[in-house]
């Protein structure tokens, strides 16, 4: 059964798109049944170009990715979700909606590489240290036995992911 991850962030142009892209990429390399995908409470309707670059000059893949609400993941038609991951300040402290199916959540926080200093070069620099560090911890996750832990033991192994 595919473990659906959700990725959270307030736009989703930048961290959350990195999250959604790195996990997949990683999943289908390592043969992993994991599914991500990402979504923001305030969209701002496209991908950060600097994003999608990093991911691009990472070999990835970055067709049929979008800008979209988290709504579209409260509805009844959506996939069930078995993790939910907040990537930025904002999206953690806001109120999520209803996750059908009671999700573990857990906040993996990063810095906003689109306000790096540097200017251009600066934030190039950022959003690749970001996409690594993302992907690291998105191979942690890989590495968990995702089908045979509960939602306690589950939660608490993203929590130490998150202190690591």
Same mark, same amino acid.
């Not at 736009?11 to 790195?22: I, K, P, Q, T």
């Not at 990835?60 to 991951?85: L, Q």
């Not at 300040?89 to 199916?101: I, K, N, V």
């Not at 968990?144 to 033991?153: C, G, I, K, T």
């Given at each position: 059964?595919t473990?659906n991850?959700?990725?959270l962030?307030?736009?989703?142009?930048?961290?959350?798109?990195?999250?959604?892209?790195m996990?997949?990429?990683?999943? !289908?390399k390592h043969?992993?049944?994991?599914?991500a995908?990402?979504?923001g409470s305030?969209p701002?309707?496209?991908l950060n170009?600097?994003?999608?670059e990093?991911l691009?000059?990472?070999?990835?893949?970055v067709?049929?990715y979008r800008?979209?609400?988290w709504d579209?993941?409260?509805r009844?038609?959506?996939?069930a979700?078995?993790i939910?991951?907040t990537?930025?300040?904002s !999206?953690?402290a #806001?109120?999520?909606?209803?996750?059908?199916g009671?999700p573990?959540?857990?906040?993996?926080?990063y810095a906003d590489p689109?306000v790096?200093?540097?200017g251009d070069?600066g934030k190039r620099v950022?959003f690749?240290?970001t996409?690594?560090?993302?992907?690291?911890?998105?191979?942690?996750?890989l590495?968990?036995?995702l089908e045979?832990?509960?939602?306690?033991e589950?939660?608490?192994a993203l929590?130490?992911?998150? #202190?690591?």
């Amino acid at each position: 059964m595919t473990t659906n991850v959700l990725i959270l962030c307030t736009h989703n142009s930048a961290r959350s798109v990195l999250g959604e892209a790195m996990l997949n990429h990683l999943a !289908a390399k390592h043969s992993k049944d994991v599914r991500a995908f990402s979504a923001g409470s305030a969209p701002g309707g496209r991908l950060n170009p600097l994003a999608v670059e990093a991911l691009t000059q990472a070999g990835i893949d970055v067709s049929g990715y979008r800008s979209k609400s988290w709504d579209e993941f409260a509805r009844d038609d959506a996939p069930a979700m078995r993790i939910v991951i907040t990537v930025c300040d904002s !999206a953690a402290a #806001e109120t999520c909606p209803y996750w059908p199916g009671s999700p573990v959540k857990v906040h993996w926080g990063y810095a906003d590489p689109s306000v790096a200093p540097g200017g251009d070069e600066g934030k190039r620099v950022a959003f690749e240290l970001t996409r690594q560090a993302i992907g690291y911890r998105m191979l942690q996750l890989l590495a968990l036995p995702l089908e045979a832990m509960s939602n306690d033991e589950l939660q608490r192994a993203l929590t130490a992911i998150s #202190e690591s």
